[in-house]
């Protein structure tokens, strides 16, 4: 018996994933595969933590077999990241598999099982784990009404991005402003040789490259040793965060050599993976009034 459907892929974010330029960055987007249909993501240039924030319709999906089935069993969903090359195909970067959220044209688009949570998926190159991917999939069966009778998709709208479809209200994470600040004390380069007068540069961002605007470096005004001291002041940038905490995008660090005309070498990288730890919230200052007052 064939049934037809219609799949939302919420393709939200990927993070930590694999470093495909010499740059020790990435221009990465997402290819997602569905029975015979396939769509892409926009392409995110020089970030290893994409936030693409889109949602990826397939309409028409014709599955064959009895309705339960289908509820229990959908088929899997795969998904691959892709480097996108300036010149020559896409480099691949690593894939992951997904199971859609079921719902019948008998069911109500309604709480627990929707709307759909976004979640982390494992990515994998080979045998070896590539990065995580933040999305949401649900598998929505067109009934006698057709597609007239399949829950609204409930906004934001961004006109700037032209057809490209935002991740709705509901399954998007409510973001909340925070200020991430940044130390640097002194960084230790003996291995990689810095030679008399060059500059070190160290990039600090927070998730997807360039949300940080510029982003943050760190040069000390001549380089006279393998181990230069930084200027140890607070450099600090606003950043829209989720209030989720086990959504934030880890922090990336790279160090770079600053050469002439423009150019730059990558040093090293690294990521913080959680930020938990560091988060200071300030004291609520009604309970504090209360505790004074007892």
Same mark, same amino acid.
């Given at each position: ?5 219609? !799949? *939302? ?38 970030? !290893? ?14 599955? #064959? ?10 088929? $899997? $969903?795969?998904?691959? $990241? =892709? ?11 690593? *894939? ?11 069911? @109500? ?10 979640? =982390?998926?494992?990515? =994998? ?43 709705? !209200? ?7 402003? =925070? *200020? ?21 540069? !160290? ?44 959504? @934030? ?26 930020? *938990?730890?560091?988060? #200071? ?7 504090? @009034? ?5």
């Amino acid at each position: 018996e064939k049934q037809v459907f219609q !799949l *939302r892929a919420h393709m939200y974010q990927a993070r930590s994933l694999f470093a495909a330029d010499s740059s020790g960055l990435s221009d990465p987007f997402a290819r997602v595969f569905f029975i015979s249909q396939s769509q892409c993501t926009e392409v995110l240039n020089e970030t !290893l933590c994409p936030t693409w924030d889109q949602l990826l319709v397939f309409d028409n999906v014709e599955l #064959y077999g009895e309705a339960h089935e289908m509820r229990d069993d959908p088929p $899997i $969903i795969v998904i691959e $990241i =892709y480097d996108q090359d300036t010149v020559g195909k896409a480099d691949f970067m690593g *894939r992951t598999f997904a199971k859609p959220v079921v719902k019948m044209s008998d069911e @109500h688009y309604c709480p627990p099982r929707f709307p759909p949570q976004l979640e =982390y998926y494992q990515i =994998y190159r080979g045998n070896s784990t590539a990065g995580d991917l933040l999305a949401a999939f649900e598998l929505l069966q067109i009934g006698p009404g057709g597609k007239s009778d399949l829950p609204p998709i409930d906004g934001p709208t961004d006109m700037d991005r032209g057809p490209i479809l935002p991740v709705p !209200l509901g399954i998007r994470p409510v973001l909340s402003k =925070y *200020r991430v600040e940044v130390i640097t004390l002194k960084h230790h380069m003996s291995v990689f040789g810095f030679v008399w007068g060059r500059k070190a540069c !160290l990039w600090v961002s927070e998730g997807q490259e360039g949300s940080l605007s510029p982003y943050w470096p760190f040069q000390p005004p001549k380089q006279t040793s393998h181990s230069p001291a930084l200027d140890n002041q607070p450099t600090s940038a606003p950043q829209d965060l989720p209030e989720n905490e086990l959504l @934030h995008p880890p922090l990336n660090i790279r160090v770079v050599d600053c050469r002439a005309f423009g150019r730059y070498t990558l040093v090293g990288s690294h990521a913080v993976s959680s930020l *938990r730890k560091f988060i #200071y919230r300030p004291p609520d200052k009604k309970a504090q @009034h209360w505790n004074m007052a007892g």
